[in-house]
């Protein structure tokens, strides 16, 4: 077997802090909370199934009480899960339903309205009646849809229906009745009344707690400090990627100091954002096609040619350690699409540090296997690294607490009827044989994949870097 590359080599000895540790006893400490007893289930699931095995039935137990006390947990007032705390609202209480209902066709409803109002009484559009009075109750009416007031557009229109002026003026009387019998003004006017209902109430104050609203302006500082943090990590993570470089060219220099390819200057460089061109894009299908930091190798050629060069190491920054879990199926998609390349083609990259000619060769020769990512793929990340037991995903958690049985056992604890655990059992069987839980059977080897690729930039620096004496 030839020896192993000096960048493989470096891959294989640097230290991952992330990676889940391998084999880890069935038993979970008593400590370790609702979502990571959870997971461990579902991943004792999913190991018996791929075994092609029944699953021992001291997990249909396990998982149970577990998801018995998240729901609990999600359902404390003090430090519980306010989108839960909703959807069980929603699921207890017609009024809160109709009233979401409504809500989703508004925009709509009031558009059509004010469109309707401003043909009657846009004030730049010439009056139809001649009268103070009338034409004072026309710029209320137009007011009123501009403030969505409805009851009181209401009010305004059926004063206006009762003059007399306005029953003789040409086709207003007719628009009026229109505006009056309109389906939309009543559904807005149930909105206006299911505000003021107890239950409705609750359940605005509840999604109150889940943040500021989209567009508004905290919703905009929070995206930014998001954005500032995530740049943050991908600046470690190319620094760090620009000593494994430096390193690289230093090995290549001592193993062969008269060597060709030395008087031709670095062969190692880091590039970042570097983009997909169009002709490898097309059906990206959800697949990466920018990519934080790569390194690439110089391909040997003419000093007076323009260099080609080779990816070697595709480099992904994450600002939590759970990031990777989620974004590995799209990493994957993205090799496959670089995959696609011609062997004999060459392919210009846009870059933050301009065009770079990429050969063909080395995109065919991306991995595109999870099995095989460890040679070519790392997942940058500063954050502290979790426990053993990792709880669920945010997404793989709401799926559990939003199936119905779950929201059926919330309903039952909130109104304090008789409780029985049982109430979780469908879900437990719908778990093993429903399509849409399998990406969360999945879920336990794609966090392990993900974690086994994932370092700290400060580990990798230090695979590089000689510890100062």
């Not at 909370?33 to 999913?46: D, H, N, S, T």
């Amino acid at each position: 077997m030839p020896p192993a590359s000096p960048l493989s080599a470096l891959l294989h000895t640097v230290v991952r802090r992330y990676r889940i540790p391998r084999p880890r006893a069935a038993a979970l400490a008593a400590d370790c909370g609702p979502g990571a007893a959870l997971a461990r289930v579902i991943e004792q699931l999913q190991a018996a199934q791929a075994a092609g095995q029944p699953p021992d039935p001291a997990l249909r137990e396990a998982f149970i009480t577990a998801l018995a006390s998240l729901v609990r947990a999600a359902l404390r007032p003090e430090d519980g899960d306010p989108a839960f705390q909703a959807m069980v609202l929603e699921h207890r209480y017609s009024e809160v339903r109709e009233f979401l209902a409504l809500r989703r066709q508004e925009t709509a409803d009031r558009r059509q309205l004010r469109t309707a109002v401003d043909a009657l009484a846009h004030p730049r559009k010439p009056s139809r009646v001649a009268t103070d009075t009338a034409r004072a109750l026309l710029a209320d009416l137009h007011a009123a849809a501009t403030a969505a007031a409805w009851p009181r557009m209401t009010r305004i229109a059926l004063a206006l229906e009762a003059l007399p002026e306005v029953r003789h003026a040409e086709g207003l009387a007719p628009a009026l009745r229109a505006l009056l019998q309109a389906p939309a003004l009543a559904r807005l006017e149930r909105i206006d009344a299911l505000s003021q209902d107890p239950r409705v109430r609750q359940y605005a104050s509840i999604r109150e707690k889940q943040g500021p609203r989209a567009g508004s302006d905290e919703a905009s500082a929070q995206g930014q400090l998001a954005r500032q943090r995530g740049v943050a990590v991908e600046v470690l993570a190319t620094r760090a990627l620009e000593a494994v470089a430096r390193y690289l060219d230093q090995t290549r220099a001592q193993a062969d100091p008269d060597g060709p390819g030395n008087a031709a200057g670095p062969r190692y460089r880091v590039v970042t954002s570097l983009r997909v061109p169009a002709e490898l894009a097309a059906d990206a299908d959800r697949a990466k096609t920018e990519w934080d930091a790569v390194l690439l190798r110089r391909a040997e050629g003419p000093a007076s040619c323009p260099p080609l060069w080779d990816i070697c190491l595709v480099v992904e920054a994450k600002a939590s350690v759970e990031a990777a879990t989620t974004d590995l199926p799209r990493l994957l998609r993205g090799l496959r699409l670089l995959a696609r390349a011609q062997s004999g083609a060459v392919y210009a990259f846009a870059t933050q540090q301009g065009r770079v000619q990429v050969r063909g060769a080395s995109l065919a020769m991306l991995p595109t296997r999870e099995a095989a990512l460890a040679d070519a793929v790392l997942y940058c990340c500063d954050a502290p690294a979790d426990g053993p037991f990792a709880p669920l995903n945010a997404a793989s958690r709401m799926q559990l607490l939003s199936a119905p049985a779950s929201l059926a056992y919330a309903t039952a604890l909130a109104e304090g009827g008789p409780l029985d655990a049982d109430m979780l059992a469908p879900l437990w069987l719908e778990l093993q044989r429903a399509a849409r839980w399998q990406p969360l059977l999945g879920l336990a080897a794609m966090r392990e994949r993900a974690r086994s690729l994932m370092v700290h930039p400060d580990d990798l620096l230090a695979a590089v870097v000689p510890a100062p004496a």
